[in-house]
T-cell receptor
Framework: GAVVSQHPSRVICKSGTSVKIECRSLDFQATTMFWYRQFPKQSLMLMATSNEGSKATYEQGVEKDKFLINHASLTLSTLTVTSAHPEDSSFYIC?????????????????FGAGTRLSVL | LAKTTQPISMDSYEGQEVNITCSHNNIATNDYITWYQQFPSQGPRFIIQGYKTKVTNEVASLFIPADRKSSTLSLPRVSLSDTAVYYCPIGNEKLTFGTGTRLTIIP
């Protein structure tokens, strides 16, 4: 399947600082990437859709000024958690859509990064 | 976005075949069915995708009835390393993840 790299895998920061997470598609180009958040023992929640060359589309309840998304190239999307607070501590996961591995005539598949564990003290 | 319903948890012994069923009553015509496996502190890993009937790859089979309101992931001869959470998100562009099924393989 397609490979999506996410960095860093873990970050610990003080309250009030900003944290940037990178998501790269390594062997394919992705015009669309997605950002999810997952709290312990819970499912993935879609935060936003990142579109190359245009503004991201945020899900209801997600603050766009707090979670800044930039998709400057076909292989890179970044999520910046601005002025992070302890309640922002979570597991953040990105994905990118690719036709690799899809059935004939099927939909592009979302391939996920390994995730970033953010802990805000 | 279509919602899905799965059993919260399942247990199985090593070497057995495991079938996990997902209900998606309001699946749209252009939605495909995709199954993912997630280990703790990792991103979901793609397992298999289908639209209708049966799809098989090197790790699993996916059975989808004609009405497409449900799907069953079949894992042949499971091992301890198959202990994970399994999701069946439905969608066209965006995916909605349900609660998933926590599968525990017993030695």
């Amino acid at each position: 399947g397609a490979v999506v790299s996410q960095h860093p895998s873990r970050v610990i920061c003080k309250s009030g600082t900003s944290v940037k997470i990178e998501c790269r598609s390594l062997d394919f180009q992705a015009t669309t990437m997605f950002w999810y958040r997952q709290f312990p023992k819970q499912s993935l929640m879609l935060m936003a859709t990142s579109n190359e060359g245009s503004k991201a589309t945020y899900e209801q309840g997600v603050e766009k000024d707090k979670f800044l998304i930039n998709h400057a190239s076909l292989t890179l999307s970044t999520l910046t958690v601005t002025s992070a607070h302890p309640e922002d501590s979570s597991f953040y996961i990105c994905s990118a859509r690719s036709a690799i591995g899809s059935v004939a005539g099927g939909k592009n598949i979302q391939y996920f990064g390994a995730g970033t564990r953010l802990s805000v003290l | 976005l279509a919602k899905t319903t799965q059993p919260i948890s399942m247990d199985s012994y090593e070497g057995q075949e495991v079938n996990i069923t997902c209900s998606h009553n309001n699946i749209a015509t252009n939605d495909y069915i995709t199954w993912y496996q997630q280990f703790p502190s990792q991103g979901p890993r793609f397992i298999i995708q289908g639209y209708k009937t049966k799809v098989t790859n090197e790790v699993a089979s996916l059975f989808i009835p004609a009405d497409r309101k449900s799907s069953t992931l079949s894992l042949p001869r499971v091992s301890l390393s198959d202990t994970a959470v399994y999701y069946c998100p439905i969608g066209n562009e965006k995916l909605t993840f349900g609660t998933g099924t926590r599968l525990t393989i017993i030695p």
